[in-house]
């Protein structure tokens, strides 16, 4: 994987860890930078791709996410409807217990599939 | 303890989270609920945003005026920033979507329709798309707006307290 274990930019904080199952992606701080797919964009690509390839599932954890702009989920979408296409099993892992993310992450429960190929999942 | 909180900032990117701190923290101040301070500081954040994002800072003294005033049934975020006298094309597309998002009954799903447009657009298209929309539903307030006469927008959002 091309992928270093760990990126920031500004107040964003992205951690790769890898297992057996899954590539995770740990978001850690604020995402409020004007575009943040520009930082955000190629990893989460890299990452899928690697998934893709190998066969694992790609997990997204938002629970120490503190903040982010409208900005920062529009790659997200982007990359569950990307993963869609490319067959990658993909969990949105978030913090229900934070209102703001309850809110903000089960409406991606949209993009959720019977098959459990795509599952946005709130942790107590 | 005053019960609005107004400031006036540069149009620089940097200021929107220390703004959206200030407000956060005045709001707990008050005793508002949590979850009403969550939704009014990510109001706050997106209408600086796109105050920044479509104003017109030619002049370098131009700046924005925030306002959070808490009343007793609700709280009402205002962001008044210059614009360029010619845009209206801004001001239609504005209109256009606010009254897009007040045509749904559950501003949950005009949110929902939004996200899934926005997600099968290019992972190159740079455009967000989802800061009114996310005002509706996660900041759950009403959105207006008015072009005043000095050459200056006004947005404004409505949050009901519970």
Same mark, same amino acid.
């Given at each position: 994987?091309?992928?270093?274990?760990?990126?920031?930019?500004?107040?964003?904080?992205?951690?790769?860890?890898?297992?057996?199952?899954?590539?995770?992606?740990?978001?850690k701080g604020k995402s409020v930078?004007?575009?943040?797919?520009?930082?955000?964009?190629?990893?989460?690509?890299?990452?899928?791709?690697?998934?893709?390839?190998?066969?694992?599932?790609?997990?997204?954890?938002?629970?120490?996410?503190?903040?982010?702009?409208?900005?920062?989920?529009?790659?997200?979408?982007?990359?569950?409807?990307?993963?869609?296409?490319?067959?990658?099993?993909?969990?949105?892992?978030?913090?229900?217990?934070?209102?703001?993310?309850?809110?903000?992450?089960?409406?991606?429960?949209?993009?959720?599939?019977?098959?459990?190929?795509?599952?946005?999942?709130?942790?107590? | 303890?005053?019960?609005?909180?107004?400031?006036?900032?540069?149009?620089?990117?940097?200021?929107?989270?220390?703004?959206?701190?200030?407000?956060?923290? #005045?709001?707990?101040?008050?005793?508002?609920?949590?979850?009403?301070?969550?939704?009014?500081?990510?109001?706050?954040?997106?209408?600086?945003?796109?105050?920044?994002?479509?104003?017109?800072?030619?002049?370098?003294?131009?700046?924005?005026?925030?306002?959070?005033?808490?009343?007793?049934?609700?709280?009402?975020?205002?962001v008044v920033n210059p614009i360029?006298?010619?845009?209206?094309?801004?001001?239609?597309?504005?209109?256009?979507?606010?009254?897009?998002?007040?045509?749904?009954?559950?501003? #949950?799903?005009?949110?929902?329709?939004?996200?899934?447009?926005?997600?099968?657009?290019?992972?190159?298209?740079?455009?967000?798309?989802?800061?009114l929309v996310r005002i509706a539903?996660?900041?759950?307030?009403?959105?207006?707006?008015?072009?005043?006469?000095?050459?200056?927008?006004?947005?404004?959002?409505?949050?009901?307290?519970?």
């Amino acid at each position: 994987m091309n992928l270093q274990n760990k990126y920031s930019k500004n107040l964003l904080e992205l951690t790769i860890t890898e297992d057996d199952n899954a590539i995770c992606v740990s978001w850690k701080g604020k995402s409020v930078d004007r575009d943040p797919s520009v930082f955000t964009g190629p990893i989460l690509t890299e990452a899928l791709e690697y998934c893709a390839g190998s066969g694992k599932k790609l997990l997204l954890d938002f629970q120490d996410l503190e903040f982010m702009n409208s900005s920062t989920i529009t790659p997200v979408s982007k990359i569950i409807e990307l993963g869609k296409k490319r067959s990658v099993r993909i969990t949105i892992l978030y913090r229900k217990s934070k209102n703001w993310q309850e809110l903000n992450f089960s409406a991606l429960r949209i993009f959720e599939t019977k098959d459990g190929q795509i599952e946005i999942t709130g942790r107590e | 303890m005053k019960d609005m909180l107004q400031d006036t900032i540069k149009p620089e990117w940097d200021q929107i989270d220390k703004v959206r701190e200030e407000c956060s923290k #005045f709001l707990t101040d008050h005793s508002l609920p949590g979850d009403a301070v969550d939704a009014l500081s990510m109001v706050v954040h997106e209408l600086l945003e796109n105050a920044i994002k479509y104003g017109n800072y030619e002049k370098s003294e131009s700046r924005i005026t925030f306002t959070l005033e808490i009343n007793k049934k609700d709280v009402t975020v205002e962001v008044v920033n210059p614009i360029h006298g010619d845009d209206t094309p801004h001001f239609k597309m504005l209109d256009k979507t606010i009254q897009w998002i007040r045509g749904y009954q559950n501003p #949950f799903e005009a949110y929902a329709e939004k996200l899934k447009e926005v997600s099968i657009r290019p992972i190159k298209d740079m455009e967000s798309r989802l800061g009114l929309v996310r005002i509706a539903y996660e900041g759950q307030s009403i959105l207006d707006f008015y072009v005043r006469d000095d050459d200056c927008i006004s947005v404004s959002a409505v949050y009901h307290l519970h």
